[in-house]
């Protein structure tokens, strides 16, 4: 107890020591302790009260008695809640609100409840956020046949009803949102939006004397009940994330440090929880714990431990007491991944003081051997696990669907190190959720989907992206085909009451202060929403319908509704950049806070071995040529093992998911060079000169040469279509036969060798069923490509063209009004999803990364949620039988264009954050001998010899811009421009007409002197003066 006083930590220990030793021989023993409070509960025939030590309160009967919590309330109460209890109490006798402050973690929103179970109390909950709005905690306005009215919300309906109100979060709001309560928290005052004003309990009760209750009615004026109170959770600000206290706000709050139990009272709770743990194995990692909560780590840098799940990872360490301790801590705590290299250091010194660092000698579970339904439990199932050499049995939540024995599954290719990150999950699934750590395309989602098949779970998948709101997450609003307003479930709210399991892809990106909202539903499995239902954990909704004998029925028109005991989340993230800031900058975040640390257990996914690697391809691509595939490992793994930052960015463009892809292509194309698919998959084309030089040296370690192509001295690249059937270059597809003729684009096309050979190499991909990226200059001819090569094709189009402003929902669905109702007009991304077009997006790097990232569960799983309810499935199979559903057509693909990233191109970089799942293709400018042939095309009239000093000309222009002596890279669509002007007008001169190009830079003296001294040399007399030598004859 002492030691709580002086503050937790060593130094304080020893110090209360002292203080006992001295103090002990003046107040004898019972001085210095404080005094034990017990809590009581009285019933006399006036009524019920409770006592807690000496400070009494007396019970009234609950009008709404479903408000009020259940089973918050623990058998034994530790004495330091009884303490924080009972100053509650006094609080509430006085009439104060309170405020609780202290770390992250379940633990004060736990003690609000206990006391309000204790007084009997109704709750009204809110879970503030970033969006939070005044209309959320006063009045909201819902239209019910065409009037619209004003529906009190969770402050006003408290402050009628006399109920107390929680509001959780307080650093999460947006700064001044919640001084529309000072006046409420202050005198009991409030003016609403429907002209009601709301007055204290004492004004009103002296109005009544002088005046009758209609006249007060009259006047709109409703009583505050005396009951009503407000309890306020927040955190530290500053020491933890988050908008500091106003101070107006502050000074109306009584406030309370709620800091973790005492390390007493922790231990005990503890040792109940894992009763076959040596009990000095439990003290150590709850040492551990107290000593990175302190303020010594603190200022390290070292985020605080997550002490509240302690009690998951002691029911796991219970059933496998050979566990490691350290495997453990690191599901807690996953130091490898948040801190650098100072951090990871400072923690294992931490972890070997307790001797905690038992990782090499405890064997870790290899694989998962057996799977069953539970008998006796009904949405459990039995499975065992191989650990050494011994089997452990234990159970598991399971699905609603049929189980399924592991490795059972076609498309997953079980490697040892996936059987044990399964075991690994399974453990931890006993007792919490989960969150997968792990690089892009390193294999999260297939785990993931491997896992709820195993376990029979449905899944719903819901893809976070960065400006998603607390309402995308839970309810959405929409109107019914009347007009009225209503509120719509989200995937997330379905998937907790049917007992799915959730699949948050994506929680690094989504803002923390949203992400909060769903704290309570992670720690206690509840949830308010906001059209007023409540969620109630399973067992608790089964006690609150004993105690107050209600029906199911019942229950749901109070608008009460069980989370299913099998709902379980599993989140998906990448690793978190350390020692970034904790804003979200475009390169990643350090978004992994004290606060989610005690949301989920985590596991690493690490980056499979070479062998796994080549056993993993193989098994999921027949006939892959062995030679290619081992060059190809053997020049990843290099990449992969390097310090060096260029060689890591150029291994993330290798991530399996596009090994997966290189392999499946040469699998059907042996005879490709893999120099070429590797830098096509690096978009090598587009590298700074110093990482482009070492994926050269790269490639030439580990044996892979760019063998030169014969197709490029031998100009027989042509198109022909004979029979139905598609000829480019080597490779042949059947034509498409549509009935939407006006949909397939018609361009005007000269022909030329290396559009051709991009040509060929997209058919290659796109009959291996890929979508396709093209990235390139401006002006290099994307557009044309793709448009003339859909017209080869002749399949029907979608265009979309992305830009700054676009959302998630412009993507997916155009809402209009039509007669007073909202309707959604599909979008071509929809129509073509239906139909199976070609989806073509321009500008994919123009609109925000965070939004376009709802592509990748698209392109993905073939999965996505419009923002007007419906889904995008792609097996028919899993569409039969439900609503709103859309099965994506066979035919549908997608074709993106981008600019390539970096200065002068504006652009986000598309590439980086979504470039694994597409199959690349770099778009140049054509070769001098084949753009001349194009311009030729353009302009019959025109003389060879100007043409071949504009192509000359402009090559140098181009070589100089991949220098970076010039920024712009002057592209074939300005040359094509001059060359039609000079068509039309040949009596202009040359020089005249190139200024139509150069006129941009002719304020920029640098780049002048640079372009002049270019074009003179090529003989194009721009900008000339008498002393320019360079144009003198020869």
Known sequence: MPSQILCGGSAAAVASRRMRNILGAVLGRDGWLWRTHEVKLINTSSGDTVKIGEISYKLKTPRNPELVPVKHISDSLPQTVVQHLRWIMQKDLLGQDVFLIGPPGPLRRSIAMQYLELTKREVEYVALSRDTTETDLKQRREIRSGTAFYIDQCAVRAATQGRVLVLEGLEKAERNVLPVLNNLLENREMQLEDGRFLMSAERYDKLLQEHTKEELDSWKIVRVSEDFRVIALGLPVPKYKGNPLDPPLRSRFQARDIYYLPFKDQLELLYTAGPNIAAERVSQLLSLATTLCSQESFNLGLPDFPVDNLLPALHVLNSFPMLSSQQLVHRLYPYNSILGKDGRTAVEGVLSRFELLDGRVQPAPSAITRLSATRDLEGHADVTLRIADKDVTFQVPAGTKELRPPNSSPTFISTPSHSQLMAEIM????????????????????????????????????????????????????????????????????????????????????????????????????????????????????????????????????????????????????????????????????????????????????????????????????????????????????????????????????????????????????????????????????????????????????????????????????????????????????????????????????????????????????????????????????????????????????????????????????????????????????????????????????????????????????????????????????????????????????????????????????????????????????????????????????????????????????????????????????????????????????????????????????????????????????????????????
């Not at 399991?501 to 929680?507: F, M, Q, S, V």
């Not at 140098?956 to 220098?963: P, T």
């Not at 005249?992 to 780049?1007: A, E, M």
């Not at 003179?1016 to 004859?1033: E, Q, R, Y």
């Open 427 to 1034: 453990q931890s699934h006993m007792a919490k959720d989960i969150c997968l750590i792990g690089t892009k395309g390193c294999g999260k989602s297939v785990i993931a989907r491997e896992f709820a098949e195993m376990l029979g779970y449905s899944i719903e998948p819901v893809m976070l992206y960065q400006d998603m709101t607390a309402r995308d997450l839970l309810q959405q609003r929409y109107t019914l085909p009347n007009g009225d307003t209503a509120w719509r479930p989200s995937p997330l709210v379905t998937a907790a009451i049917e007992g799915k399991l959730l699949l948050l892809d994506g929680i690094h990106r989504v803002n923390l202060g949203t992400l909060a909202v769903l704290s309570r539903l992670l720690h206690d499995r509840e949830l308010d929403l906001y059209d007023g239902t409540r969620l109630l954990r399973w067992d608790r909704y089964q006690t609150l319908k004993e105690q107050l004998h209600f029906s199911d029925q019942q229950l749901q028109e109070r608008s009460i509704v069980p989370i299913h005991p099998s709902f379980r989340v599993l989140a998906l993230a990448e690793p978190p950049v350390v020692g970034a800031s904790t804003s979200s900058s475009s390169r990643g975040q350090q978004w992994l806070s004290p606060e989610l640390l005690t949301m989920f257990l985590y596991h690493t996914v690490t980056p499979l071995s070479k062998a796994e690697e080549m056993d993993l391809i193989q098994g999921l691509i027949l006939n892959v040529p062995k030679e290619a595939a081992e060059n190809l490992l053997h020049l990843t793994h290099n990449l992969r093992k390097t310090n060096d930052p260029t060689a890591q960015s150029l291994a993330s463009s290798l991530s399996t998911r596009q090994l997966l892809r290189i392999c499946r292509r040469l699998s059907q194309y042996p005879e490709e060079s893999i120099a070429h698919t590797v830098k096509k998959a690096c978009l090598s084309r587009f590298l700074p000169s110093l990482a482009r030089a070492s994926l050269e040296k790269s490639l030439a370690n580990s044996s892979i040469q760019d063998k030169p192509d014969p197709a490029e001295n031998t100009c027989d690249f042509s198109c022909k279509v004979k029979d139905g059937v598609l000829t480019i270059g080597n490779v042949s597809a059947p034509i498409y036969k549509s009935n939407e003729k006006m949909k397939v684009p018609d361009v005007l096309f000269y022909d030329n060798p290396q559009h051709m050979m991009v040509m060929e190499d997209m058919l290659k991909d796109f009959l291996l069923g890929e979508h396709l990226l093209l990235v390139g200059n401006q002006g290099v001819g994307k557009n044309k490509i793709v448009d003339r090569f859909l017209h080869l094709l002749n399949r029907p189009r979608e265009y979309l063209q992305l830009h700054r402003d676009t959302t998630v929902q412009t993507l997916t669905l155009q809402p209009s009004v039509r007669d007073g109702i909202i309707m959604y007009e599909d979008s071509p991304l929809v129509k073509a999803v239906k139909l199976g077009h070609i989806l073509v997006i321009d500008e994919a790097d123009k609109a925000p990364t965070n939004v376009t990232c709802i592509l990748k569960t698209l392109v993905e799983s073939g999965e996505m949620i419009l923002a007007d309810g419906r889904r995008i499935i792609s097996d028919p199979r899993e569409a039969e039988g439900r609503p709103n559903t859309i099965v994506m057509h066979p035919d549908f693909r997608m074709l993106v264009l981008a600019n390539r990233p970096g200065f002068p191109f504006l652009g986000n970089d598309f590439f980086g954050a979504l470039g694994d799942i597409f199959s690349c293709h770099a778009v140049d400018n054509p070769k001098p001998q084949a753009e001349l042939a194009m311009l030729k095309q353009y302009g019959p009239d025109v003389s060879i010899a100007t043409l071949q000093k504009l192509v000359a000309a402009f090559g140098e222009l181009r070589s100089m811009a991949d220098q970076g002596t010039i920024t712009y890279p002057y592209s074939t669509r300005e040359v094509v421009n001059i060359v039609k002007h000079l068509q039309k007008f040949p009596d202009e001169g040359l020089a005249n007409v190139v200024r139509n190009v150069f006129d941009f830079d002719s304020y920029n003296k640098d780049t002048r002197e640079v372009l002049i001294e270019a074009l003179h040399k090529h003989g194009i007399p721009i900008g000339a003066k008498p002393s320019s030598v360079t144009l003198a004859k020869e």
